[in-house]
């Protein structure tokens, strides 16, 4: 059994993504505080040019192509406190453009705006480690980059940690992402259960179950049979 390989995951620029919404409004999106697993693969596979690993474009996507993948990557999480930036927030009325258009504002049963951003994202500077489980002997580069966030706009240097991660180190695992793997893999067994004592379990959307404070034994045991 080899060991796990760990990297470490800095933002060369600010990062933004609609990772969930803030007030109700669909124009109020802020970003998490971690890179999802899930990006982080779909990135790495686009800059490396592994397969045709590409997100079917649907309004519920299940991101199975991923089981296909020949390394699995844990949730990259930050060892110290996040730097966010300021919140970007306003709000366009029908009557802020340079004209009245009083039509649209009845139409709109007198809605006090007609669109509200508000948006927070990472700064750049933030770095985040995660860890990676390989199958088929594969292995990532030492030194890579990856495009994230809205518009791929954010640009990461993805570097391998040689030696033992930072202390404080622990791995998030991502039940939704082990479960694709274990059902491709290991047809009719039943989805991961958080493993360990008392596991931090945080569900953040359907997409993200993360489970936190894991070793290398429990996260292995959740993403077999990579290893």
């Given at each position: 059994?080899?060991?796990?390989?760990?990297?470490?995951?800095?933002?060369?620029?600010?990062?933004?993504?609609?990772?969930?919404?803030?007030?109700?409004?669909?124009?109020?999106?802020?970003?998490?505080?971690?890179?999802?697993?899930?990006?982080?693969?779909?990135?790495?596979?686009?800059?490396?040019?592994?397969?045709?690993?590409?997100?079917?474009?649907?309004?519920?996507?299940?991101?199975?192509?991923?089981?296909?993948?020949?390394?699995?990557?844990?949730?990259?999480?930050?060892?110290?406190?996040?730097?966010?930036?300021?919140?970007?927030d306003f709000a366009t009325s029908f009557m802020s453009e340079g004209y009245e258009d009083l039509e649209a504002f009845k139409a709109s049963f007198n809605?006090?705006?007609?669109?509200?951003?508000?948006?927070?994202?990472?700064?750049?500077?933030?770095?985040?480690?995660?860890?990676?489980?390989?199958?088929?002997?594969?292995?990532?580069?030492?030194?890579?980059?990856?495009?994230?966030?809205n518009m791929r706009s954010c640009i990461a240097k993805v570097s391998k940690v040689e030696g033992s991660p930072p202390q404080e180190y622990d791995i998030?695992?991502?039940?939704?992402?082990?479960?694709?793997?274990?059902?491709?893999?290991?047809?009719?067994e039943k989805p991961p259960s958080p493993p360990g004592p008392s596991p931090m379990l945080e569900i953040l959307s359907s997409y993200y179950e993360i489970?936190?404070?894991?070793?290398?034994?429990?996260?292995?045991?959740?993403?077999?049979?990579?290893?």
């Amino acid at each position: 059994m080899i060991n796990l390989e760990t990297f470490r995951l800095e933002l060369l620029d600010s990062l933004y993504y609609n990772s969930y919404l803030d007030s109700g409004a669909a124009g109020a999106a802020l970003t998490a505080t971690f890179v999802g697993d899930i990006a982080m693969m779909y990135a790495t596979c686009r800059s490396l040019g592994i397969g045709n690993l590409n997100p079917k474009i649907t309004s519920s996507p299940r991101y199975e192509e991923l089981a296909d993948c020949p390394f699995i990557i844990s949730v990259a999480h930050s060892v110290s406190p996040v730097k966010m930036l300021p919140v970007y927030d306003f709000a366009t009325s029908f009557m802020s453009e340079g004209y009245e258009d009083l039509e649209a504002f009845k139409a709109s049963f007198n809605a006090p705006f007609r669109n509200w951003i508000r948006k927070q994202g990472l700064s750049a500077g933030n770095v985040f480690y995660f860890s990676v489980a390989y199958r088929d002997y594969y292995r990532l580069p030492s030194t890579y980059s990856v495009r994230l966030g809205n518009m791929r706009s954010c640009i990461a240097k993805v570097s391998k940690v040689e030696g033992s991660p930072p202390q404080e180190y622990d791995i998030w695992g991502n039940l939704y992402t082990a479960g694709l793997v274990r059902k491709r893999w290991n047809p009719g067994e039943k989805p991961p259960s958080p493993p360990g004592p008392s596991p931090m379990l945080e569900i953040l959307s359907s997409y993200y179950e993360i489970v936190k404070g894991l070793d290398e034994t429990s996260w292995r045991s959740m993403v077999s049979p990579y290893e």
